[in-house]
């Protein structure tokens, strides 16, 4: 077996998950892009604007590459969890073209610098702030993925959509009368466990 490019597979990782994060907005309202389904308001537009804050922080600004706009956690002005949600001022079209500027910036810094490069993340404490580019490339994929995954469960809540790309259900219940039968039985189930 040949070696692997490391930076190219996790370069890889994190492009499917910043596509299927844009893929949930796909033909939804802008009510439903933006409104907070959990106590705590996320939703799916919070989210790509959250990710777009993460890459420019961790893989911009950690390697001292310019970024467009402060980081919301950097403003002391900002209002809390800033970064979570669109204001009326904010289109999806704008947090979209943002979350694609981004990549392109975080592309720059992870094709020209070595995966052993260290930056310093800005918001962390001055003594303990040293990354390499690896560890820095390895949570945003772990953060993007893992907002990817709140977003295919607000999807599904929202539409019955469901999947990791267009092309990729990632379920075999896609007939919605096995899914609906299938939900059933788990609730059973779990009434018979509680």
Same mark, same amino acid.
């Given at each position: 077996?040949?070696?692997?490019? +490391?930076?190219? @597979?996790? /370069?890889?990782?994190?492009?499917? $998950?910043?596509?299927?994060?844009? =893929?949930? #907005?796909? !033909?939804?309202?802008?009510?439903?892009?933006?409104?907070?389904?959990?106590?705590?308001?996320?939703?799916?537009?919070?989210?790509?604007?959250?990710?777009?804050?993460?890459?420019?922080?961790?893989?911009?600004?950690?390697?001292?590459?310019?970024?467009?706009?402060?980081?919301?956690?950097?403003?002391?002005?900002?209002?809390?969890?800033?970064?979570?949600? +669109?204001?009326? @001022?904010? /289109?999806?079209?704008?947090?979209? $073209?943002?979350?694609?500027?981004? =990549?392109? #910036?975080? !592309?720059?810094?992870?094709?020209?610098?070595?995966?052993?490069?260290?930056?310093?993340?800005?918001?962390?404490?001055?003594?303990?702030?040293?990354?390499?580019?690896?560890?820095?490339?390895?949570?945003?994929?772990?953060?993007?993925?893992?907002?990817?995954?709140?977003?295919?469960?607000?999807?599904?809540?929202?539409?019955?959509?469901?999947?990791?790309?267009?092309?990729?259900?990632?379920?075999?219940?896609?007939?919605?009368?096995?899914?609906?039968?299938?939900?059933?039985?788990?609730?059973?189930?779990?009434?018979?466990?509680?």
């Amino acid at each position: 077996m040949p070696p692997t490019d +490391a930076k190219a @597979d996790l /370069s890889l990782y994190l492009q499917f $998950a910043r596509d299927a994060l844009l =893929w949930k #907005l796909v !033909d939804l309202s802008e009510y439903d892009v933006r409104r907070p389904l959990t106590t705590t308001g996320t939703n799916l537009l919070g989210l790509v604007k959250h990710a777009t804050a993460v890459e420019m922080g961790y893989l911009c600004a950690t390697f001292g590459r310019p970024i467009d706009r402060p980081l919301p956690w950097g403003d002391t002005d900002a209002e809390p969890g800033s970064d979570h949600w +669109a204001t009326t @001022d904010e /289109s999806r079209e704008q947090i979209v $073209a943002q979350y694609r500027r981004a =990549w392109t #910036l975080a !592309d720059f810094t992870i094709n020209n610098e070595p995966l052993d490069s260290t930056g310093r993340v800005p918001w962390w404490p001055a003594d303990d702030n040293e990354v390499t580019l690896h560890h820095a490339l390895v949570r945003v994929i772990a953060d993007t993925h893992r907002h990817a995954g709140h977003a295919d469960i607000l999807r599904e809540q929202l539409d019955g959509s469901v999947g990791m790309n267009e092309g990729n259900p990632s379920t075999t219940l896609l007939d919605t009368v096995v899914r609906d039968q299938h939900r059933a039985r788990l609730e059973r189930v779990a009434g018979l466990r509680a």
